[in-house]
């Protein structure tokens, strides 16, 4: 039985860990051939070893001219690109008046210039192919935190930059869409509950309900969640999704 991506060549940044990683993974099970894109070579390493037909690259996508080498490597290896999804790019939280030139530097750097970079580089290849970009942003861009400044910025920025080129790639033959992570179990999350556990005194999994509490939602999303959407939204049945903005988060954002 032919699996739905069969053939597909993707590439995926943030892969070694988290988010980036289960949709490499989901990727390359649906028939994918994935070329994996994070700093740490070693995790990397270890991801493809159990990703028959997948690559990894190495490198750090907050420097200017990584991205191009990214694509040129899967163009390599693959010898096209069908599929490109933008995962890397954590952003530090903290007091607005603490974070200093060099948080923002290094949240729209990697984030949002990473994501650009690698759409400017995939752009003729994905035009060729048909194909399609996935960006992953997060709903902290429709949602203001007084301690989420930069990541909301940048990913408010990514929804904008989502529909500009969901515009250009009509005339082109490129699809592209963002899809908003809401509460996601990856060491992040894990990080602010025990934050929120030491800070009040409870115990892991009284923080856990208290912080899903907070946000409104019932519980926390898993990253083979957004995997999932990634793998429909690369596939034929999404052919008509063009510029759509997905929110996965478990009903957190209420706004119309």
């Not at 729209?108 to 650009?116: D, M, Q, S, T």
């Not at 910025?153 to 790639?169: E, F, H």
């Not at 519980?219 to 008509?240: C, H, Q, T």
């Amino acid at each position: 039985m032919q699996r739905r991506l069969e053939g597909m060549r993707a590439l995926v940044s943030g892969a070694s860990r988290g988010i980036g990683l289960a949709i490499a993974r989901r990727l390359a099970a649906d028939g994918a051939r994935v070329m994996l894109v994070a700093r740490s070579g070693a995790a990397l390493e270890e991801a493809v070893a159990a990703l028959p037909g997948c690559a990894a690259h190495p490198t750090d996508l907050s420097r200017p001219e990584a991205a191009a080498e990214a694509v040129e490597a899967a163009i390599r290896q693959f010898g096209g690109l069908d599929l490109l999804v933008h995962s890397a790019g954590a952003t530090q939280r903290g007091d607005f008046l603490a974070l200093d030139d060099a948080a923002w530097m290094d949240g729209y750097g990697l984030k949002l210039f990473g994501a650009v970079r690698l759409c400017r580089a995939a752009w003729p290849h994905l035009r060729a192919s048909g194909g399609s970009a996935v960006l992953i942003a997060g709903v902290g861009g429709r949602v203001a935190s007084a301690d989420f400044t930069i990541g909301g910025s940048v990913n408010a920025a990514l929804m904008n930059l989502t529909k500009a080129l969901a515009d250009r790639g009509v005339a082109d033959g490129v699809r592209v869409n963002a899809i908003n992570p809401g509460s996601i179990r990856t060491g992040r999350l894990t990080g602010r509950i025990e934050t929120l556990a030491r800070e009040r005194g409870l115990e892991s999994g009284d923080a856990a309900r208290a912080l899903a509490d907070q946000t409104g939602v019932s519980r926390f999303g898993e990253p083979e969640e957004i995997a999932g959407v990634v793998s429909f939204l690369a596939g034929p049945d999404a052919s008509y999704i063009q510029g759509a903005i997905l929110d996965v988060d478990g009903g957190w954002v209420r706004a119309v």
